[in-house]
Structure formats: C-alpha cells, structure tokens
C-alpha cells in the first residue's frame, strides 16, 4: 500500500487533521485494545506529527515524535499506530524508518525512548531499541520501556 507521507508542527496542524488523529488513536487504543486511558494528555503540542494518507486523503498511519530539546536529553515516539484495514502490508516498517530518519537528521546524538506494547517489543528490537526494565501494566496493555542510540538512520524500504 503506498501511502502520501506528511511531517506536521502542532501549530500547523489543520483541525480536519487533527480529528483524523485522534479518531485513529481513539478506534485503535481505546476501542480495539480496550485501554481505558486518557489519550488526549497534553503532549500533542509538543510533539511532531507524521501521517500516512491513501490517495483519498484517508489517515492509515500515524505516530507523534518528541525531538531532544536539549544537550543530553532523549527523543521520543509515541502512539505508533497503523489502522486495521492497512496492517500486514509493511507500513510499520516504513513509518519507523521515516521516524528514524527524521531524528537521525535533527538530534542524531540523542537516544530515543519509547513504550512499546510488549507484543511488540520484537519488531522495535528489529530497528536496535533494547528494553530497559521489566514490562508493566498501562492502562491494561503490558508494556515495556525501549531505548535505542540514535547514532545512525534506518534505511527506508
């Protein structure tokens, strides 16, 4: 599935956006995992945006990204979600390589963290992040806290 690929500022970022965001992250954590949880917790302001859209202007995949902001903090990923009727065709290979790659080009010496859903925890071993700590409940979904060294970019596919 080829997807138009955006990078979006908070400020930037049109309503309609916006709503297509939170809807995704609403239908897949909330409904689909069952995850009671506040998902609008204020960090969107802080964050960049990437969308992957169809052709159609459909949001089929979405993360947020905190770069470091200072000398020896961490980057960060977040809400990392592809829509069901777009999973098993690579597109989460795609958004973390483009992740990745963004970082890399903007705090490439920054670690990045991330709280990746247990089940997961393979596929961002797959990309050089290693747990840090045993997993823990959020919110009903076991999770585990991952660091990788962003010293280099993954290479997109």
Known sequence: MKLNWSWHDFDALPAAALYDILRLRQDVFIL???SRYADIDGRDP???HLCGRTGEGELMAYTRVFPAT???SASAL???VVAPAARGKGLARVMM???LNWLAARTPNAPIHISAQRHLERFYAGYGFTAQGPPYDEAGVLHVDMT???RTAALEK
Do not use: K, T
């Open 32 to 34: 689909e995992q069952r």
């Open 70 to 72: 200072a000398p020896g």
């Open 148 to 150: 990788r060294v962003n």
């Open 97 to 99: 390589a483009r992740c």
């Open 46 to 48: 802080a964050a960049w």
């Open 78 to 80: 977040g809400r990392f």
